[in-house]
């Protein structure tokens, strides 16, 4: 018999819970006198056919075990394709005067946790400076090589040069970070390029986990293969070697400009046909005009509101609770740019609000990963509601409550900005925007309808039922709701055979498992009977 069932199965990871086998005789009692034969396992017959395999750690033992006191405990079982239904099938060696193959209860295969990179698709070759024709597509897989589809929004991959022959740049357009999110389990990056030519370039690709404040790096990683980066058409001129000057009166200068075309990442393009070049005189622009530039009373940056968004300023009365994530805009009379260092973010940058909790000294609100290191007048903040933290109307604590921790603000000079929010009594303040109140209480139901009219139904017709609640709820399993259904006769299931009409009959079941007839017109007491000898 099996003692314990095969389950708890991630794709590629042994059984959380491995099966153990074990002879009885027949009265179900372990014969620990049993210590020759073995126990081999395998997929069952009527599970989805794919392999069985054994962890490395247990490979030497395989699938066949010998049996030790009558029992046989298996270690490192796997499987690596996500599914349902899987079953086990263990035989034994030894002859029985009972069955000596026995099959384990149905069990799944779910997805496991990131385990590895797949490369779906990568650059095969480039041009200096521009875009990869083929850019790199990057899957999150588990251990089995199942796609990491759920919470997969939560993870990213960064992109950087493995082995770099010509000192070249990876960059991706405008951007700062050359990474991606993950979406579906793909991480598919866009305008990726290398500058410099040269031969077997290789890109890294590293798997990115979540943190408080960004995210941290992950020891799975995958290298693509290696291409090359070819010169690009001819895009533009450059200066090699500039004129270092010379004489008045039409004498040549003492160094004469070299002058070649490059293309996008400024590699020369040396098979550009022969084409003339001229060169010419700029006028100055001192020589022509006279312009002054002050901005030293340049006003440096301030904050002129701190607001919710719209959808909650229209739902002003609002109660949230745990589990909601409130977003809080911070708006700058001009650009600013939060500045974070990817490779060491630090304490990000919170605003302190006015909720009470029973175990912080403060709550607050931490800035948005989609508000660093990029030039905006409207800086977003979350505010994470977590159990114990209450508050009527809420807001920050005062015109200070802004920290800026580890962050830079700055404006477009560089300079450090004004962080002073606005006071609470003004126009501009987060009480005014609207008013929004954080509860622990559980919420409860409000209200509960139902969308069809008043009437009779009868078997076989569903009857919609909306329970709503004091605020939103995620729902978990299959909550029932009770009802009160006036009945004098309980049917379990029927079955109609023939027309209904003189002569037909219904044929009653109690659990697929016991039936009886009755005629089509009987009466109550009849409809009795036949239920009660079921």
Known sequence: GIMTQPALAYGGSPFLQQPVVAIKDRGNNIVSSINEGTVIAAIGVSSLQVD?????????????????????????????????????????????????????????????????????????FAFG???????????????????????????????????????????????????????????????LSIDK????????????????????????????????????????????????????????????????????????????????????????????????????????????????????????????GPGDVIPIYVSFSDEVIAVVDPLSPGMMMTLTLNVLSGSQTSVE?????????????????????????????????????????????????????NLELPDQTSLNSLIVSSNISVSDTQPAVSFVSSSIISGEYGAGQYIDIMVEFSRKVIVGGTPEVPVTVDSSIFIIDTESIGMIGDGSQFVLKYNEIRSGSIVWNATVAEVQNAISSL
């Open 129 to 191: 400076g521009e875009s990869f024709p083929r850019q790199p597509r990057i899957a999150v897989v588990d251990a089995g090589g199942n796609m990491i589809v759920e919470d997969s929004l939560a993870l990213a991959i960064e992109v950087n040069i493995r082995n770099n022959p010509s000192l070249g740049v990876l960059s991706r357009g405008d951007s700062y970070y050359l990474r991606r999110k993950v979406k579906n389990g793909v991480a598919q990056f866009n305008s």
């Open 52 to 124: 069985l395999h054994v962890d490395d750690e247990f490979f030497q033992q395989g699938l066949t075990l010998p049996i030790k006191d009558g029992i046989v405990a298996f270690s490192g079982l796997l499987i690596d394709e996500v599914g349902y239904p899987y079953s086990l099938t263990f035989s034994l060696s030894n002859a029985l005067d009972g069955p000596t193959i026995i099959d384990s209860d149905d069990f799944s295969v779910h997805v496991g946790s990131p385990s590895k990179l797949v490369i779906l698709d990568e650059p095969l």
């Open 197 to 320: 030519a040269g031969e077997r370039y290789q890109l890294q690709y590293t798997l990115l986990q979540p943190l408080s404040s960004g995210f941290e790096t992950s020891e799975i990683i995958i290298t693509g293969h290696p291409f090359t980066v070819k010169i690009g058409s001819a895009y533009s001129l450059k200066v090699i070697e500039d004129t270092n000057g010379g004489l008045a009166n039409n004498q040549q200068f003492f160094q004469q400009p070299i002058i070649a075309f490059v293309d996008r990442g400024m590699n020369i393009v040396t098979s550009y046909p022969a084409i003339a070049v001229r060169a010419f005189m700029v006028p100055s622009l001192s020589y022509n005009s006279k312009l002054m530039i002050d901005t030293s009373e340049d006003t440096i940056p301030s904050i002129v509101s701190v607001t919710f968004p719209q959808e909650l300023v229209d739902l002003s009365g609002y109660i949230a």
């Open 365 to 417: 609100a931490t800035i948005s990963s989609i508000s660093v290191n990029v030039r905006l007048k409207k800086l977003l903040f979350e505010y994470r509601i977590e159990e114990g933290h209450s508050v009527n109307s809420l807001d920050y604590i005062s015109v200070e409550s802004l920290r800026p921790n580890d962050v830079q603000v700055l404006d477009a000079w560089g300079r450090p900005t």
